[in-house]
């Protein structure tokens, strides 16, 4: 399996809180993606890095930000958590563009 | 990104082939064809990509016709722990900016 990691696995939160999710990799690869999947919409993507310092918004950014500093680390922020923003969040790496990415084990965010 | 029809649902038995059939109608002349696996509570994993023809590794066989309108995932001789769901993915290899678009998947369900 690929080297990466999630952290934490689980969090409860209060709507307004702002909340970190950490995505390490051991693997060196390039590009790192978070999405978010909730029944009823399979996977959708939030943001994606192309190298340090290089991000871009995916399908479904408003209410996130991101940042990498570090190849290994990418960051998923809430500011302000919302309800809607209870989901299980999925870091994900890939070496190349292309349709070959490697998942980690997902974190479980809820927000009361 | 072109949009990919597959079956909700498919019921199989121990030691029988399955066959997931992709429709993707609007497919690019660049696009080529993924899919993946999900257990329940682990993040997707990579199974198989193509382009046209057949395609075939230790874990499933890809059929994709010449119109490339369609495809096919065969699963040989499934288990138990192939119990999961199977998403078909439809994008092209662009520098920069390959997105995966998961849909619903489908559900297939091995029984003893």
């Known amino acids: 399996d690929a080297g990466i990691t999630q952290s934490p696995r689980h969090k409860v939160t209060e709507t307004g809180t702002p909340v970190t999710l950490r995505c390490h990799q051991t693997?060196?690869?390039?590009?790192m993606y978070w999405y978010r999947q909730d029944p009823g919409h399979g996977l959708r993507l939030i943001h994606y890095?192309?190298?340090?310092?290089?991000?871009d918004k995916g399908e479904v950014s408003d209410g996130y930000s991101v940042s990498r500093s570090k190849t290994e680390d990418f960051l998923l922020t809430l500011e302000s958590a919302t309800s809607s923003q209870t989901s299980v969040y999925f870091c994900?790496?890939?070496?190349?563009?292309?349709?070959?990415?490697?998942f980690g084990p997902g974190t479980r965010l809820t927000v009361t | 990104l072109a949009k990919t029809t597959q079956p909700i649902s498919m019921d199989s038995y121990e030691g029988q082939e399955v066959n997931i059939t992709c429709s993707h109608n609007n497919i690019a002349t660049n696009d080529y064809i993924t899919w993946y696996q999900q257990f329940p509570s682990q993040g997707p994993r990579f199974i198989i990509q193509g382009y046209k023809t057949k395609v075939t590794n230790e874990v499933a066989s890809l059929f994709i016709p010449a119109d490339r309108k369609s495809s096919t995932l065969s699963l040989p001789r499934v288990s138990l722990s192939d119990t999961a769901v199977y998403y078909c993915l439809v994008g092209t290899l662009r520098s920069n900016d390959y997105k995966l678009s998961f849909g619903a998947g489908t559900t297939v369900t091995v029984r003893a």
């Open positions: 994900a790496i890939s070496e190349a563009t292309g349709p070959e990415q490697y």
């Open positions: 890095s192309y190298g340090v310092k290089d991000t």
């Open positions: 693997e060196n690869h390039r590009y």
